[in-house]
């Protein structure tokens, strides 16, 4: 089997009338910024100023702000309002926690990792207790490839809450990212016992038997985890990809075939690792 197979998880009187425009256009985007700094400054100056029973309505009220801006994709608006909660909820450590896991996570969809991470840091500063921060920190630490660290997040939020099933799956992802395929199989293994219908447990099984030389094996459990989850991509792409590691590409293309319908693109990239493991 080659090494390289994987498994799967953007001229004078014209140029005078230009200059005139750009500079029109640079100062209205000026005063548009002013005007929306002053707007800002007194929003936040009148929370400081509020109740806290006030102040709790108005970062719900920007909490909904935030929402309706993360979901309309203006994600600096977003995050703009949630900063302005923790200025202005700071007696409220709870909410202003919230308020930068919130941001962490809009950093961790634009792909800004070292953001999302420094945010869930400052979250876990106010509410220590998080179990969803501190996974959400190993995700970004993962993301960033600093494996020891992303693991020791993901095992701060099990010790919080042992019933935490995605930071525990996050643990058996690392320990495979950092070559500790013995442990990884533990774990998918405990998560299969304690969760008999977490189907990803069962493909992420299955890879890791099938990387430790032991694909035969991993067969009955690519089977499971397609039962349970049926219209999952990934899981047609790895069962292909442990038949190729049998030498059976005739079953890997059979899968290759299932996976078309689910995701063309997937098996067309399916398809050219078969045929390259084929020469």
Same mark, same amino acid.
Request: charged share 20%; aromatic share 8%.
């Given at each position: 089997?080659?090494?390289?197979?994987?498994?799967?998880?953007?001229?004078?009187? +014209?140029?005078?009338?230009?200059? /005139?425009?750009?500079?029109?256009?640079?100062?209205?985007? &000026?005063?548009?910024?002013?005007?929306?700094?002053?707007?800002? %400054?007194?929003?936040? &100056?009148?929370?400081?100023?509020?109740?806290?029973?006030?102040?709790?309505?108005?970062?719900?009220?920007?909490?909904?702000?935030? +929402?309706?801006? +993360?979901?309309?994709?203006?994600? !600096? !608006?977003?995050?703009?309002?949630?900063? &302005?909660?923790?200025?202005? =909820?700071?007696?409220?450590?709870?909410?202003?926690?919230?308020? #930068?896991?919130?941001?962490?996570?809009?950093?961790?969809?634009?792909?800004?990792?070292?953001?999302?991470? @420094?945010?869930? /840091? /400052?979250?876990?500063?106010?509410?220590?207790? @998080?179990?969803?921060? *501190?996974?959400?920190?190993?995700?970004?630490?993962?993301?960033?490839?600093?494996?020891?660290?992303?693991?020791?997040?993901? *095992? *701060? =939020?099990?010790?919080? !809450?042992?019933?935490?099933?995605?930071?525990?799956?996050?643990?058996?992802?690392?320990?495979?990212?950092?070559? *500790?395929?013995?442990?990884?199989?533990?774990?998918?293994?405990?998560?299969?016992?304690? #969760?008999?219908?977490?189907?990803?447990?069962?493909?992420?099984?299955?890879?890791?038997?099938?990387?430790?030389?032991?694909?035969?094996?991993?067969?009955?459990? #690519?089977?499971?985890?397609?039962?349970? !989850?049926?219209?999952?991509?990934?899981?047609?792409?790895?069962?292909?990809?442990?038949?190729?590691?049998?030498?059976? =590409? /005739?079953?890997?293309?059979?899968?290759? +075939?299932?996976?078309?319908? %689910?995701?063309?693109?997937?098996?067309?990239?399916?398809?050219?690792?078969?045929?390259?493991?084929?020469?």
């Amino acid at each position: 089997m080659s090494d390289k197979l994987q498994f799967v998880a953007r001229r004078v009187h +014209q140029q005078d009338a230009a200059c /005139r425009t750009s500079k029109s256009i640079s100062m209205r985007l &000026t005063i548009r910024l002013l005007f929306g700094c002053l707007v800002l %400054l007194g929003i936040v &100056t009148t929370a400081l100023t509020q109740s806290p029973a006030d102040t709790d309505k108005e970062a719900q009220r920007l909490t909904r702000v935030a +929402q309706v801006a +993360q979901q309309e994709g203006r994600f !600096d !608006d977003a995050i703009r309002a949630y900063q &302005t909660i923790a200025v202005i =909820a700071k007696s409220s450590p709870r909410i202003v926690a919230s308020a #930068h896991l919130n941001i962490g996570n809009i950093y961790m969809t634009l792909g800004k990792y070292e953001q999302a991470a @420094s945010a869930f /840091r /400052r979250s876990l500063s106010l509410d220590a207790n @998080s179990a969803e921060a *501190q996974n959400n920190l190993g995700e970004a630490l993962g993301e960033l490839r600093q494996y020891p660290r992303a693991l020791e997040a993901f *095992q *701060q =939020a099990v010790a919080l !809450d042992g019933g935490f099933l995605k930071a525990r799956y996050n643990m058996g992802v690392t320990y495979d990212h950092m070559g *500790q395929i013995k442990y990884a199989e533990f774990v998918y293994r405990i998560l299969i016992r304690d #969760h008999p219908d977490f189907a990803i447990a069962y493909d992420s099984l299955a890879v890791a038997l099938s990387k430790s030389g032991r694909a035969r094996e991993a067969i009955a459990f #690519h089977e499971k985890a397609i039962s349970l !989850d049926p219209k999952e991509p990934s899981f047609y792409y790895n069962f292909a990809v442990s038949y190729l590691v049998l030498g059976n =590409a /005739r079953k890997a293309q059979e899968q290759q +075939q299932k996976l078309r319908n %689910l995701d063309p693109a997937m098996a067309e990239h399916l398809a050219a690792v078969i045929v390259k493991h084929q020469r």
